[in-house]
Structure formats: C-alpha cells, structure tokens
C-alpha cells in the first residue's frame, strides 16, 4: 500500500535533486531541512533517482583542479588522470617538450638517465653527435699524450 500523504511532490523531488548536484558536500539532512522534509525522505528520493545519498567528503578532491570526487576515483576526469599520470619533458636534442609518464621519468632518473629524447630519430642524432665530439676528445687527448 502506498502512502499518498509521504509521497514528495514533483517540485521538492526537482529541487532535491538539483540541490544534490549542486552541493554534492550537503548532507541528507541539511537538503532535506531546506526543502523541509525529513532526512530520510530526502534520502529515498535521492537513492530513487540514482543520486549519492552520503556525503562526498572534502578530502577527496581531485589532485589536478580539486573538484570533489566520487569514492574509488582518483581523479575527476580523463583529463586530470591524464596529467598525474604525465609530464612535460624538453627534448635534449630539438628542445621539443613531449610528455612521459611520471613513472617512467622517476625510473629511468634514478637508473641515472639525464637526457630525453621526443623520439628514436633524436636520440640516434644526438648520440651521433656527441660520439663524434667524444672521438675528437679522445683523440686530441691522445695526440696530446
Ligand atoms: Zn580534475
Ligand atoms: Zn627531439
């Protein structure tokens, strides 16, 4: 049997609603203070129409742009989890900035690695290059001895 005098009118399920979406740190019962119903009324509606019901707490925002997030996210976006995840590096060879996984820099920099390369064709340059300035190196050294 369904209790006609519970139901919510349509407005205050509306309200509710867009109430949550915009507050998404409110809690049940404050919604439901504003709206004037109790807070477990506020929360079958919410829970009905797919809405979070708990609070989302502060502290779990979004390390980029620190938008609040939902349990189990990490970040707020493809976007965001995209920029913890990379960084901006200059090519050592062109100077062209090109992105690396975070990861990948932290260990190749702690196996001792200094230069970055944007591609295969730079590295192979830039090795070229600087062997030819080694051999002259060793070559003037030797002379010299
Ligand atoms: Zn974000
Ligand atoms: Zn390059």
Not at 9 to 37: D, Q, Y
Not at 39 to 55: C, D, F, H, K, V
Not at 64 to 88: A, N, W
Request: with cysteine.
């Amino acid at each position: 049997m369904i209790d006609s005098k519970c139901n919510p009118s349509r407005t205050t399920t509306k309200t509710l609603l867009a109430l949550r979406s915009s507050n998404p740190c409110k809690s049940t019962a404050s919604l439901g203070r504003e709206l004037g119903i109790s807070r477990e009324r506020a929360r079958q509606i919410l829970s009905r129409a797919g809405m979070p019901t708990t609070i989302i707490r502060p502290k779990s925002l979004c390390p980029v742009c620190d938008s609040p997030l939902r349990s189990g996210q990490k970040t707020c976006s493809l976007m965001c989890f995209h920029k913890i995840r990379y960084v901006e590096v200059a090519c050592s060879h062109c100077s062209r900035l090109y992105e690396i996984r975070i990861k990948r820099l932290i260990l190749m920099t702690t196996r001792g690695q200094q230069r970055w390369f944007c591609s295969t064709l730079c590295k192979i340059s830039w090795l070229t290059q600087h062997n030819k300035e080694l051999r002259q190196i060793t070559e003037l050294s030797k002379r010299a001895g």
